[in-house]
């Protein structure tokens, strides 16, 4: 096993979480294992250790940069953690979402409510406003009228006095005079 191969090995190892850490220890084991039973097998077929191990030593330099099943696995498995997070995260924000709409549907149907009641209270103003008006106008004419009275009561009894007055004078004058 090369040098590359190892430190490529012991950084994805590394990459990952501590737990992750040790199963990568026995893939690398296994994989030691894999060596040598590909080595053995090589040689049953009749290469030499050396042609073995140059054979091997090609195969792991062309598939350094490729993931292996266990890599893909542990992608696939923390992805879908995520998105599993994500969609329990998406769920609670949408209930929230959802708690908050009711609410407000709430508070406009009590809002409207209080509007349709002022609306009411309104218009009992507007017929109170309406009816003061109706007394305040008959109360002016009342007025209007008991001031002609007294005006033309006034000037009523100012006549008579002074016609009163001018049948004295005259009656006096005439009285004097005999």
Do not use: W
């Not at 598939?63 to 998406?90: A, F, G, S, W």
């Not at 709430?106 to 349709?116: D, Q, S």
């Not at 009641?117 to 009816?131: A, L, P, Q, T, Y």
């Amino acid at each position: 096993m090369n040098q590359s191969h190892l430190k490529r090995l012991s950084f994805v190892a590394f990459q990952n979480h501590s737990k992750k850490f040790f199963r990568y220890n026995s893939s690398i084991q296994n994989e030691r294992y894999t060596q040598i039973k590909h080595l053995k097998d090589l040689e049953s077929h009749g290469y030499t250790r050396q042609q073995a191990e140059a054979l091997l030593e090609i195969i792991l330099e062309n598939t350094k940069n490729t993931v292996t099943k266990h890599e893909l696995n542990v992608v696939k498995n923390t992805l879908v953690d995520k998105i599993d997070d994500l969609k329990k995260q998406v769920r609670n924000e949408v209930g929230m979402i959802r708690n908050e709409v009711g609410m407000i549907r709430n508070e406009v149907g009590m809002i409207r409510n209080e509007v349709g009641m002022i609306r009411d209270e309104v218009g009992i103003i507007r017929d109170e406003v309406g009816k003061v008006r109706d007394e305040v106008n008959k109360v002016r004419d009342e007025v209007g009228k008991i001031k002609d009275f007294i005006l033309r009561s006034v000037f009523g009894t100012a006549g008579i006095v002074l016609s009163t007055s001018g049948i004295i004078l005259a009656y006096l004058r005439f009285f004097e005079k005999v």
